[in-house]
């Protein structure tokens, strides 16, 4: 008994203000939104987006200044040697009609940052893209159909420049395809820190995000490709 009453003490001295000690650094609090496309305002519980376009999105992170670190998304590359590691990650679950849930990688691209003493904001778009390989059949299809269209149309003969390097032209649209899966998610952000001097552990957003990505067709669908 008497040392369960020794160590009990020694808790409570390890944390007492008059110990000495620091006390521990303040938790941040996360939060993210979605945002209504071309305004910034926040949506907040559930939204609606066309397959066909980005999702504006927004990440908070509220704490000290001192004991808060960045928020930073991962690149496409990774992270550079002697770069800090990166603290938010998009977690994307899908949902089906027999209720069986399913994370997906989504396509995450900041687009700006702003903060204010203690509230850092990183805003993104996101994309939960169709299949590379997909991707890369649809950009073939369409290139075949513009050659054709082009021989067979003197008008057309616009779309010849394009089609003399078509690996080039490929890869190009490759970089510009945005076509999300349709269907029903959640969404919620994930932020973590390891470093020194800051507050370290890992935060969840408390309550997903519902999205509902409308089918609008394919992305050579749209009237722009349909000239």
Not at 3 to 24: E, R
Not at 37 to 53: C, M
Not at 177 to 183: H, K, Q
Request: aromatic letters at 8%; glycine letters at 8%; charged letters at 20%.
């Amino acid at each position: 008994m008497r040392g369960i009453v020794l160590c009990t003490a020694f808790a409570l001295g390890a944390t007492s203000i008059g110990s000495g000690q620091k006390p521990p650094p303040a938790t941040p609090q996360l939060s993210c939104s979605f945002l209504l496309p071309g305004e910034g305002d926040r949506v907040p519980g559930f939204a609606q987006f066309s397959n066909l376009k980005r999702i504006p999105f927004e990440a908070t992170l509220i704490g000290p200044v001192e004991t808060s670190d960045e928020l930073r998304m991962a690149s496409a590359a990774g992270a550079a040697p002697g770069n800090p590691a990166p603290t938010l990650d998009i977690i994307v679950v899908r949902l089906s009609a027999t209720n069986t849930r399913q994370r997906v990688e989504p396509v995450a691209s900041v687009t700006g940052v702003s903060g204010e003493p203690g509230i850092q904001r990183l805003y993104l778009t996101l994309e939960i893209p169709i299949d590379r390989e997909t991707r890369r059949r649809n950009i073939e299809q369409y290139f075949t159909q513009v050659e054709q269209a082009a021989a067979a149309d003197p008008r057309l003969a616009r779309f010849r420049p394009l089609l003399q390097n078509r690996t080039t032209a490929v890869t190009g649209f490759e970089q510009m395809y945005v076509e999300s899966v349709p269907g029903d998610y959640e969404v919620t952000c994930r932020y973590s820190s390891r470093r020194l001097r800051y507050w370290n552990g890992t935060l969840q957003s408390p309550v997903p995000l519902r999205l509902h990505i409308v089918n609008d067709g394919t992305f050579f669908d749209q009237a722009v490709f349909r000239q």
